[in-house]
């Protein structure tokens, strides 16, 4: 997610799931080739398994891309059809390239050919007043031939004028069983379904239906979330970390990057909602957002959040009953 999932983000999260895929914010083939690469494209081992998600709608460009994403250890290059912003369409890619099947097969194909690592698409259901599943349907046929296995659908329509992309995230209707459908149709392709999921029992529920599901903003705004996600959809049986023992695991990565010139703030902002809905959580949000972005602001500040996040879930009166 733009300006959320980069680098540090995504090895916050990684502390509390080791088996979730992620997702590198979307970066336009631009920045890659005439950018600097290195800045878009670096990431910390720790992360894997991640997939580096593109922009872009010409073939070579997007081969090209591939190619290097590839060389810097991806696991997965993953092509924006989803986004609805007036600058990427623009740039003619996002979500209106679901309207051009025959492109996205022919830069998929591209990607596949040069970079030796799956090539996957994300998209929405439809496109403004595209028929419904008949259109998803075609999409994805002419898509798959070109050799993708696998489809990450918000199970949305994209409005590509009148809409902002806040609007685009939260007003067309979900539409869950079009996605089911597509699974019923395509058993030989991986689809995963993603948009307003808010809890692993609701994942639980779609994964009867599908092969994956995808968090966004839930997976964001409260992250912790993510510390039962190992147990309980990968039966994998490791205790998780607790949300102190998660943030003191950070440690030696703030320091590296403080040492490297990142600003505390940078690392901290993503860190606000790992106390949600817990004693205590509000002093931590409030600490860090007060005290992180201050000059020099180091270490000390995260545990003194985490000191004041306890002393203020101490005051809590308990109720006893008797
Ligand atoms: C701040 C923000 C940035 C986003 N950026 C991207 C992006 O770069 N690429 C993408 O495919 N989707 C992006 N999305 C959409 C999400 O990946 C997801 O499809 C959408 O929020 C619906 O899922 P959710 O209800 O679980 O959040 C973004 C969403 C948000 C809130």
């Given at each position: 997610?733009?300006?959320?999932?980069?680098?540090?983000?995504?090895?916050?999260?990684?502390?509390?799931?080791?088996?979730?895929?992620?997702?590198t914010?979307?970066?336009?083939?631009?920045?890659?080739?005439?950018?600097?690469?290195?800045?878009?494209?670096?990431?910390d081992?720790?992360?894997?398994?991640?997939?580096?998600?593109?922009?872009?709608?010409?073939?070579?460009?997007?081969?090209?891309?591939?190619?290097?994403?590839?060389?810097?250890?991806?696991?997965?290059?993953?092509?924006?059809?989803?986004?609805?912003?007036?600058?990427?369409?623009?740039?003619?890619?996002?979500?209106?390239?679901?309207?051009?099947?025959?492109?996205v097969?022919?830069?998929?194909?591209?990607?596949?050919?040069?970079?030796?690592?799956?090539?996957?698409?994300?998209?929405?259901?439809?496109?403004?007043?595209?028929?419904?599943?008949?259109?998803?349907?075609?999409?994805?046929?002419?898509?798959?031939?070109?050799?993708?296995?696998?489809?990450?659908?918000h199970?949305?329509?994209?409005?590509?004028?009148?809409?902002?992309?806040?609007?685009?995230?939260?007003?067309?209707?979900?539409?869950?069983?079009?996605?089911?459908?597509?699974?019923?149709?395509?058993?030989?392709?991986?689809?995963?379904?993603?948009?307003?999921?808010?809890?692993?029992?609701?994942?639980?529920?779609?994964?009867?239906?599908?092969?994956?599901?995808?968090?966004?903003?839930?997976?964001?705004?409260?992250?912790y979330?993510?510390?039962?996600?190992?147990?309980?959809?990968?039966?994998?049986?490791?205790?998780?970390?607790?949300?102190?023992?998660?943030?003191?695991?950070?440690?030696?990565?703030?320091?590296?990057?403080?040492?490297?010139?990142?600003?505390?703030?940078?690392?901290?902002?993503h860190?606000?909602?790992?106390?949600?809905g817990?004693?205590?959580?509000?002093?931590?949000?409030?600490?860090?957002?007060?005290?992180?972005?201050?000059?020099?602001?180091?270490?000390?500040?995260?545990?003194?959040?985490?000191?004041?996040?306890?002393?203020?879930?101490?005051?809590?009166?308990?109720?006893?009953?008797?």
């Amino acid at each position: 997610m733009m300006d959320w999932t980069d680098r540090h983000c995504r090895y916050f999260l990684r502390r509390l799931s080791r088996h979730t895929r992620l997702y590198t914010e979307m970066v336009n083939t631009g920045a890659i080739l005439r950018g600097d690469a290195q800045r878009h494209l670096r990431f910390d081992a720790a992360e894997h398994p991640l997939a580096l998600q593109l922009g872009g709608s010409e073939a070579q460009a997007l081969a090209r891309s591939a190619a290097i994403g590839a060389g810097f250890g991806y696991d997965e290059i993953n092509l924006n059809c989803g986004c609805p912003s007036d600058r990427v369409q623009e740039g003619r890619f996002g979500a209106c390239l679901m309207g051009e099947p025959q492109r996205v097969a022919a830069a998929v194909s591209a990607m596949r050919a040069v970079c030796g690592i799956p090539v996957t698409v994300k998209c929405r259901i439809g496109i403004d007043d595209s028929e419904d599943y008949v259109f998803l349907r075609s999409f994805v046929e002419t898509v798959a031939a070109a050799g993708c296995e696998v489809f990450v659908v918000h199970a949305r329509k994209a409005w590509l004028s009148g809409l902002s992309p806040k609007e685009n995230r939260e007003i067309p209707p979900l539409r869950y069983e079009q996605v089911y459908r597509l699974k019923q149709e395509f058993p030989q392709l991986q689809i995963a379904i993603n948009g307003g999921i808010r809890t692993l029992e609701d994942c639980a529920k779609h994964l009867l239906h599908v092969d994956g599901v995808m968090l966004g903003r839930e997976a964001y705004e409260n992250p912790y979330l993510l510390a039962q996600v190992d147990r309980q959809l990968f039966g994998d049986t490791h205790t998780p970390p607790n949300r102190e023992e998660v943030v003191l695991g950070l440690r030696p990565y703030v320091e590296q990057e403080l040492a490297a010139g990142t600003a505390l703030g940078q690392i901290t902002r993503h860190l606000l909602g790992l106390f949600k809905g817990q004693p205590g959580g509000r002093a931590f949000r409030r600490h860090l957002s007060e005290h992180a972005h201050r000059r020099n602001a180091a270490w000390p500040v995260i545990e003194d959040a985490l000191a004041l996040t306890a002393s203020r879930a101490a005051e809590r009166p308990t109720l006893v009953l008797a």
